[in-house]
Structures are given as C-alpha cells and as structure tokens.
C-alpha cells in the first residue's frame, strides 16, 4: 500500500489531502478569509494563517481518510510558484515530518499539480494532450507529454486570466476573489450587451491589461451619465466581461488543437470553475472533434489532492528529494 501525504500552501488556502494506491482519501482545504478586507492576498498574513492552519488540517486529512501516521509512506509538498512566505510554511513542515517519520519527500510543482488534478478520477486523458491552465497567477497553454514532462507553448504577456476577473471585479465595485461572483452575475446577464476589445496578439499568448482598461473606461464613462450604472447593469456588465475572457482563452486553445493536431483538451486551475469557460469548452471540443477533460470543481482551485496525486505518481519514479530542499516563488511549468 502506498500512501501519500499531500501539502499544499503555495497561496492563500492550506490543504492536506491523503491518498492510497492512487485514490484520494480525504482533501481538507482551510481558506483564509484575513484577506477580503484588503481586496487581494497579503503574503505576510497569508504565511501566518498557514502556521496556525497546517497542524488541524493534517490531523484532519489523516482522521478523515481512516488512517494511522505510521501508515504514511512519503510526504509531497507544493515547492512552487508561489508566495515564498507560504511555501516555506509547507516545506518546512513536509520536511519536519518526513525527518520525524524517516519517510521520503517528494517535491511538486504546482503547476504541473493543478493539470496533474486530472489523474485524479475517471475520464482521464491519455498523453500528448493540451491543457489550459488558467488560475490568480499563469495563464499557460502546456503541452503534456508524461505526467512531469510539460512543454508550455503559450502564456500570458501581462495579467493571468485570474487577475482579468479579479481586477474587473474590483473596478465593479465587488469584494476580492472577484472571479466566483462575476460568474455568478453573468448567469443573469446578456453577454453581447457591451463590446469589449479582443487583444491581437501574435502565436499562442495572451494579454489581458487592454481588457482592463477597456472595462475601466467604460465604467467610467456611463457613471457619468448615470451614477446608478453599477447598480442596475452588474449582471450584463459580467456576462459582457466573461464572455470576452472565455473569448481570448478559447481562440488560443482552438489555435493550439490546430497547430499541434493533438485532439484531446483539458482545463485546470481556479479559473477552469468558470461556468462560461466550462460551457463554451464543450462547444469547443464538439466543434474541434476534440475529447474534452474538466476537473470537479473541488480540484479546480487550490487543493492538497493535486498535490498528492502528482507525489503519487512521482513516488513510482523513485524521484525523492533531501532535506536540504528549498521552496522557489518562480518555477517553470
Ligand atoms: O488556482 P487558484 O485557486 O489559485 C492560484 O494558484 O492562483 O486560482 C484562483 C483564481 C482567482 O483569480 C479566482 O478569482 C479565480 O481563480 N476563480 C474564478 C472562479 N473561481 C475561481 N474565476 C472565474 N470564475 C470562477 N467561477
Ligand atoms: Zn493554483
């Protein structure tokens, strides 16, 4: 029996997730909700929260998943990208536990992790196949060819897709993460009521910045004219703002299915929760005659079970790392 401790902390939730001969066992997530206030993630307060949240959360991941400690056969920690403060958070405490257990340690990158999430259950793709790999901090376009062998052939020039939504949120008027609640409105809303610029850019990269200004000037010109604008058009305001970013992931995507004539397409990371890109994806797919693969919501977002999958499968290479192991706040995919 192999088990895996899973640790994640790359950001703003402190995860541990169990998982035994490649099945997740428990997924424990701890969000930190010190960060609303200030409408984005603080990184000192981010790595305090995780020193108070990572104990409870093991303990909980090991009771959920009907197991004793001694029963772990290796720890996987989340080594980057990420904010150095919270890694350092998961690190450590992988590294101290693996010394105490004097069981391996397995270094992941996050990354890799949150396409790795698609390993977790059934339908799984089959290698090469795309992903789209969209969260707060990368949009990359990653051309999967083994489970560690990723080559990135398109990402962003300037904002990640997450920061497209969260950044729009904000000049709507609505609380950080804004994503989840612009996706919520634009189920209301007409998505061709405002015309929003598409960026030209060159290849398989995107950019987002003149989306955001674009939106900001918008909004600045009709509160002119009508101070209550926010108030009475929030729903067609984020159907328009959703349908255009689901918009420039989605051409890329198609271009990359043309270009590589690999026709299998995935979604990861917390943008991939995105109802319009979810709907649009399965458009896509059917026009494409592509197979398409869309993570549960659950392992979407930030989530120790990606982490534990990627340990597992890293575990059958043997590819352990020493005590000496340090976090990285910038990783290649
Ligand atoms: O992968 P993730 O949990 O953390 C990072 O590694 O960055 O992604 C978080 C991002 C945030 O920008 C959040 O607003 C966005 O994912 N997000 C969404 C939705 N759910 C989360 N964006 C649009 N629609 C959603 N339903
Ligand atoms: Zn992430």
New binding site residues.
Partial sequence: MTVILGIES??DETSASICIDGKIKSNIIANQLVHAKYGGVVPEAASRAHQQNIIPTVHEAIKQANIAKEDISAVAFTRGPGLLGSLLVGTSFAKSFALARQIPLLDIN?MQA?ILAHFIEDPQPQFPFLCLTV???HTQIVLVKDYFEMELIGETLDDAA??A??KTAKILGLPY????L??KYAATGNARAFALPEPQIAGLNFSFSGLKTAILYLVQREMRQDPEFLNTRMADLCASVQERIVSILLNKLKKAVQQTGVRQIAIA???S???GLRTQLLGLGKQLRAEVFIPKFEYC??NAAMIAIAGYHKFQKGEFVGQDITPVARMAV
């Fill in positions: 790359s950001c996050h949150h969260s707060g901090g997450g920061e939504f969260d993460p804004g994503g989840p612009i996706d990371g917390g943008v929760a995105n109802s977002t930030d």
